[in-house]
């Protein structure tokens, strides 16, 4: 895609408009959250796939699809290798499939390239890696009088055999008994974009009914032999691993959500004026950032996270593939954020979904300086010398966070939070760009 600098030459009209505002001090606090883990996830896997008699599910020479996500999943390379090994065990032929609905720019290279990113590679997991966007008709389901169509991946259709694999944590834009996990895997993500344009037509007001409504379709028209859940904790590390047959999926699943979401960290004051976040992007949150922490949701389904009067995103990470969902609700953004969007990669979602807020564009500004005071000036009934600002790096990375200074007093008494630094000015270098959380600098 070409650059697109050439919108904006001069920013000096912004510059006086902004003159007046300033950025507070800042000091850094770390936040304590359960961080239990699994440490050597290779056993950890082994043993429950063996624990759970499986095998006997298994014949020589069964062609096995195993699905792979495009969520950023705590060692996930290491877990479907570790299905693969254990299926190989047991003399049958697996292979991998990219199961990420309209993920990728919608197509099949660019699926199997997200999945490169992470480090799942034919190479690394010993098995093939098919990736089509070809699906089947499945059938139809119906509710409230409404028929609607099933489909699925065309080599998910033709396997002997379906392992599911995912990540079971609570949505981003909706709540129900059964949101991420295996059964959204099974109709969204194996759907590949035709599926899940299938479900997403009437929005996710229709996802606490509809997830389990296609997923048990899915599940109980398909040979899906079992599925393999991961919870991480708040540090985004892998905390339990399960091993569910396939009629035990509807029945465990939703104890497992509970599970997980009390597992989940959040920002420990519960509001602020301006929320800046360094870096968004599809391996944090199918959102960009995660509105269960940052409370920026793009539907009226769910709730939870910060509350704020505007949200800063100043960076979009490269395992995004430029694809730019939550733009939209952030209320000013970067040029080096704008440059890296690529429209094409992020409207398949929006298409897909029938939400358009995520992808709709913030205010575009020259660098993360200005994006920040933008911010800041545009809050109501504020102290605007004692705006208070909570700047976080990303969705998934809030341990340590920084605190403007108006903050410290309260920051002594937040059950959980350790003031770790005094309050100084944000450094910024003379291109106006944020000196914390790069790779240069370690922080």
């Known amino acids: 895609m070409e650059n697109k600098n050439h919108r904006f030459d001069d920013f000096s ?18 936040q304590s959250f359960h961080n239990t883990h699994i440490e050597n996830l290779e056993s950890e896997v082994r043993k429950k796939l063996e624990q759970s008699g499986v095998s006997d599910l298994l014949h020589p020479g069964m062609r096995i699809c195993v699905t792979a996500s495009s969520r950023g999943i705590d060692r996930q390379k ?42 799942i590679t034919e190479e690394y997991c010993e098995c093939p890696i098919l990736s089509s966007m070809e699906t089947v008709h499945l059938g139809e389901v119906e509710e409230n009088g409404e028929r609607m169509e099933v489909r699925i991946d065309r080599y998910a259709y033709e396997a002997d ?4 694999f995912g990540r079971i944590k609570p949505h981003s834009a909706f709540r129900g008994p059964i ?35 296609f997923g048990n379709f899915v599940r109980t028209h398909t040979n899906v032999l079992f599925g393999v859940s991961t919870i991480e904790n708040a540090f985004d590390q892998c905390n339990r691993i399960d091993v569910l047959r396939n009629q035990e999926i509807p029945e465990k699943e939703p104890e497992l959500l509970k599970y997980a979401a009390s597992l989940m960290p959040r920002i420990l004051v519960p509001e602020t004026d301006v929320l800046v976040v360094r870096e968004i992007g599809k391996n944090f949150s199918g959102s960009g950032m995660d509105p269960n922490i940052t409370g920026t949701w793009s539907t009226p389904y769910g709730e939870g996270g910060i509350r704020k009067q505007h949200t800063v995103v100043l ?16 209320d000013t953004t970067t040029l080096r954020f704008y440059n890296k969007m690529n429209f094409l990669e992020t409207y398949p979602n929006a298409l897909t979904s029938t939400v358009f807020w995520p992808i709709k564009l913030a205010m575009v500004l020259r660098d993360d300086e200005m994006a920040i005071k933008g911010g800041i000036k545009t809050c109501n009934h504020i102290d605007l010398e004692k705006p208070r600002i909570v700047l976080i790096r990303n969705s998934l990375s809030i341990e340590e966070i920084y605190l403007s200074e108006v903050y410290w007093d309260m920051a002594h008494n937040i059950d959980g939070m350790e003031i770790i630094s005094d309050p100084e000015p944000l450094p ?16």
């Open 13 to 30: 009209i912004i510059e006086k408009l902004l003159c007046n505002t300033h950025i507070p001090r800042m000091f850094k606090v770390r």
């Open 78 to 119: 290491v877990i479907l290798r570790e299905i693969i090994h254990f299926l190989k065990q047991n003399h049958c032929d697996p292979f991998l499939i990219p199961a990420m609905g309209s993920h990728g720019g919608a197509t099949a290279e660019g699926q199997k390239a997200v999945l490169t990113g992470y480090g």
């Open 161 to 164: 055999g379906i392992v599911a």
């Open 179 to 213: 949101e991420s996990g295996i059964t959204k895997m099974l109709c969204i993500g194996m759907g590949k974009q035709e599926g899940a344009d299938s479900l997403h037509k009437d929005g996710f007001g229709t996802f606490k009914t509809r997830i389990p409504l």
């Open 315 to 330: 960076d979009l990470t490269e395992e995004s593939h430029g694809n730019g969902m939550g733009i939209g609700q952030a």
């Open 428 to 443: 910024f270098d003379d291109h106006g760009n944020l000196l914390l959380w790069t790779e240069d600098d370690g922080k």
